[in-house]
């Protein structure tokens, strides 16, 4: 196994993860790992310009929730009036669960 991912750190992950892995794939999974946090320590170690921003993505999202407007919703007798069974105020429909 890796020297800085040992068994017990790859068996805590996979319970985080709640994910089976079978101890046939143990140490291939601890290899993976630590070339993963290998890989994030070297892009750590870049140095970047201060005028260099944040990247969040290959698009430019808009937060697209549009304002809260009242406005006048269809007659609560008009719409009853399509119901087979009311008491006047809602509709009555056959129960789903006995």
Same mark, same amino acid.
């Given at each position: 196994? #890796?020297? #800085?991912?040992?068994?017990?750190? %790859?068996? &805590? ?6 994910? !089976?892995?079978?101890?046939? &794939? ?5 290899? &993976?790992?630590?070339?993963?946090? /290998? +890989? @994030?320590? &070297?892009? /750590? #170690? ?5 005028? %260099? =921003?944040?990247?969040?993505? *290959?698009? /430019? #999202? @808009? $937060? ?6 009242? !406005?006048?919703?269809?007659?609560? =007798?008009?719409?009853? =009036? $399509? *119901?087979?069974?009311?008491?006047? =105020?809602? +509709?009555?429909?056959?129960? @789903?669960?006995?």
């Amino acid at each position: 196994m #890796s020297d #800085s991912i040992d068994r017990k750190t %790859v068996e &805590q992950v996979a319970r985080l993860a709640k994910i !089976h892995l079978p101890d046939d &794939q143990l140490e291939t999974a601890a290899t &993976q790992l630590a070339d993963i946090l /290998e +890989y @994030v320590g &070297q892009l /750590e #170690s870049v140095d970047l310009p201060d005028d %260099v =921003e944040p990247f969040f993505g *290959a698009i /430019e #999202s @808009v $937060n697209a929730i549009r304002d809260d407007v009242v !406005h006048p919703s269809v007659d609560r =007798e008009l719409i009853l =009036e $399509n *119901a087979p069974d009311t008491d006047g =105020e809602f +509709y009555f429909v056959p129960p @789903v669960f006995k």
